[in-house]
């Protein structure tokens, strides 16, 4: 199991597809953005998080879905844009 300062990887990599109300990954949040460097290439990206919940090829970006806020009703995700197949940007966003 890889892990990257307290991120388990096995963990949220076992959320991918699991329900907003039951989604585990928010309190990894912080770690996430830690490991998710600028420069990493998506394989990278994909061996430390997995597979993206939704992935848009034409602005080359992957969401993973963080579950709902803990207080409210929001869905929070984390978001990362690549650039010739290397991270550019990473950021958190509700909706």
């Known amino acids: 199991m890889q892990t990257t300062s307290n991120f388990d990887t096995a963990a949220w990599k076992s959320q991918r597809g699991v329900a907003a109300q039951q989604n585990q990954r928010g309190p990894m949040l912080a770690s996430a953005e830690n490991a998710v460097q600028a420069?990493?290439?998506?394989?990278?990206?994909?061996?430390?998080?997995?597979?993206?919940?939704?992935?848009d090829a034409a602005s080359a970006t992957d969401i993973y879905e963080l579950g709902v806020a803990r207080y409210?009703?929001?869905?929070?995700?984390?978001?990362?844009?690549?650039?010739d197949g290397k991270v550019a940007s990473h950021r958190w966003g509700r909706r």
Not at 39 to 55: F, H, Q, T, W
Not at 72 to 83: L, R, S, V
């Open 72 to 83: 409210g009703i929001d869905e929070e995700f984390f978001e990362i844009t690549y650039q």
């Open 39 to 55: 420069g990493m290439s998506r394989d990278e990206v994909i061996a430390l998080l997995g597979e993206p919940d939704i992935r």
